[in-house]
């Protein structure tokens, strides 16, 4: 089970981010636990008012959330579910959407919660959408991967010495 090692559940205290969540809607009851799981993060965190948007598929989560992270916002949530069919499209979709999503991140320096399901099966998905009975929570978790990174990017701004010299930097989080 891939949730053994996960960080402690210690609370975030995210009152005062922006965050925006971008939801695919493919495979209807996986994402509506994945939304809910996304939500639940946000509201036990202090996040109010988040932008919802949601695309076709998680071929277009990247796109999306480019745009969302080049609005100002301190973090997005990328969620969607690929299942592996009898073609080589997953392998197209699920790597598109991945390296896109990581290029979103990296270029603009927002969080990015990676909250994409790319399974073997639709039942994998289920036991990982934060459902009655689901083993993972993954809305929830992904969320608090891209809460935990936009609050360390903001004690991070505030702990470094101004000027440009950043040889020694304090420990944060």
């Known amino acids: ?10 609370r975030i205290d995210g009152a005062g981010l922006r965050v925006g969540v971008v939801a695919a809607s493919w495979h209807d009851q996986v ?13 036990e965190a202090g996040v109010s008012d988040p932008v919802m948007v949601r695309v ?3 071929f277009e989560l990247p796109v999306v959330a ?4 080049r609005s100002g916002l301190d973090a997005v949530v990328a969620l969607g579910t690929v299942v592996r069919g009898g073609t080589p499209h997953f ?3 699920c790597q598109a959407a991945t390296v896109g999503l990581t290029e979103v991140s990296v270029q603009t320096g927002v969080p990015i919660g990676f ?6 099966t639709a039942e994998q998905a289920l036991d990982r959408a934060g ?4 083993h993972e929570d993954r809305g929830y978790e992904s969320t608090q991967a891209a809460l935990r990174t936009a609050v360390t990017l903001r004690d991070l701004a505030g702990a470094l010495p101004p000027g440009g010299d950043h040889h020694v930097v304090p420990v944060i989080g």
Do not use: W
């Not at 909250?115 to 073997?120: V, Y």
């Open 1 to 10: 089970m891939s949730g053994t090692g996960a960080p402690g559940a210690d």
């Open 31 to 43: 994402m509506g636990g994945l939304v809910d799981g996304a939500l639940r993060a946000l509201a």
């Open 56 to 58: 076709p598929g998680s």
């Open 66 to 69: 480019a745009r969302l992270a």
């Open 91 to 93: 392998e197209y979709v």
């Open 115 to 120: 909250g994409l399901l790319t399974c073997d």
């Open 131 to 134: 459902l009655p009975g689901s």
